[in-house]
């Protein structure tokens, strides 16, 4: 299978000194902030990709990257081939953005509210002056809702079936990649399973490859074919979802599966792992989880570790076998 996505030593540097603090005392330096960095990795096509970590690990960074909608500081994206940040021809970019889409986290804000669901979910379309009869007709029944939907407005519906329509939107200009970043996190739990077998479905469907974006391991694992942990804007591990669940390697990803909500054999409740995230525009040197792992070693603190091929995984540290 290829690889529909490559991502290779990504990094993207956001300068966040104060300009009128920088102006008054003249000789202070910039910060710059790592928000991801060197980080590869492939998606296979027809696959789901997860990336997982904290907020500010730098996964939506990654996801803004790959869709095109941020630059990248230096590395590179390459989706079916082309590289957005690199190429010139405005057919390629054009057709490799067509190809890509976005769904969001919060569903209603990505909707205009005064227009009909048929205008919103043909718009990718109708923008670009191809056909849209029957179009959202069409889709709203792919997602599970009503051709007569389409005549209604954004407020009419529920959270997960907005949601619904923004998949079905996505759908409009018949991508194979969708970036989905926490699609699924500002809805109830039980709305939620309903919308990641939707997609699931859609994907076997319609030969999707998904770019899957989640602060919680727990909802990737069974829609997952990889999953990818982030600390600090650097990948750590990446394994097939049972791999990863069953024999973490990275003892940050030891550290998150033990976060989850858990039980020890008497009923009472595990001990959450200790330790903050730290700055992120002053990292640690070396592996930048060394000040919250157990068993960090001094050249922890020194030496950053390269991702290492272990039994079909890939971590980053030096003491994983
Ligand atoms: Fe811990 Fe060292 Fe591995 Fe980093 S490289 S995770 S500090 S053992
Ligand atoms: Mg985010």
Redesign the pocket.
Known sequence: MNAIVSVNELTRVFDVSKPWLNRVLERLPKSHLTAVSDVSFDIKEKTVYSLVGESGSGKSTIGKMVVGLLENSSGAVEVSGVDLNQETDAVAIARARDAIQMIFQDPYASMNPRWRVRDIIAEPVAAKGGETKELAERLLEQVGLSAEDADKFPHEFSGGQRQRICIARSLASQPRLIVCDEPTSALDVSVQAQVLNLMSDLKDDLGLTYLFISHDLTVVRHISDRIGVLYLGRL?EEAAPDDLFEAPK???TQMLLAAAPKMDAFGREVEPPQGEIPDPINPPS?????PR?????A???Q?R?QMRNINGSRV?????E
């Open positions: 750590v990275h003892p940050y070396g592996c930048a989880f060394h792992c157990p068993i960090a070693t050249q922890c603190s030496v570790p980053a540290c030096h003491l994983a």
